[in-house]
């Protein structure tokens, strides 16, 4: 991911595909696309592919944005979340970006802030 000391902006053309390692510095999995609001301009989750291997048997699951933090020294994000965390995380259905339901059940369970508030 390219990025300036100076710059606090980024695309989100570089954003997919950055790596996101856990806090112990193994590498967990990487972004496959961000979600935003479009009333708010926030973005809300980082789509994140875990696991599989050359793309095969990968698994996707959003991540509340704020539960990620840039790091310069990895030229990637590091959480804290868990292996375990994304695998007890609620069900979610083809429409849970619309479900504003479970979209609180997921920031609750990662402890993250409600991004609409």
């Known amino acids: 991911m390219e990025h300036s000391t100076s710059a606090s902006l980024v695309s989100s053309a570089n954003v997919n595909g950055t790596d996101v390692y856990g806090r112990d510095g193994s590498h967990i999995g990487s972004i496959d696309h961000l979600m935003i609001d479009k009333q708010s301009g926030k973005v809300a989750y980082a789509v994140m592919g875990f696991g599989g291997f050359l793309g095969m048997g990968e698994e996707h699951h959003p991540i509340p944005w704020s539960k990620l933090r840039y790091d310069t020294t990895k030229d990637g994000f590091v959480t804290d979340i868990s292996e375990q965390d994304v695998k007890g995380a609620p069900d979610r259905?083809?429409?849970?970006?619309?479900?504003?339901?479970?979209?609180?059940?997921?920031?609750?369970h990662y402890g993250a802030p409600l991004y609409w508030l």
């Open 93 to 108: 259905t083809d429409s849970w970006h619309t479900d504003r339901d479970w979209e609180r059940r997921t920031h609750d």
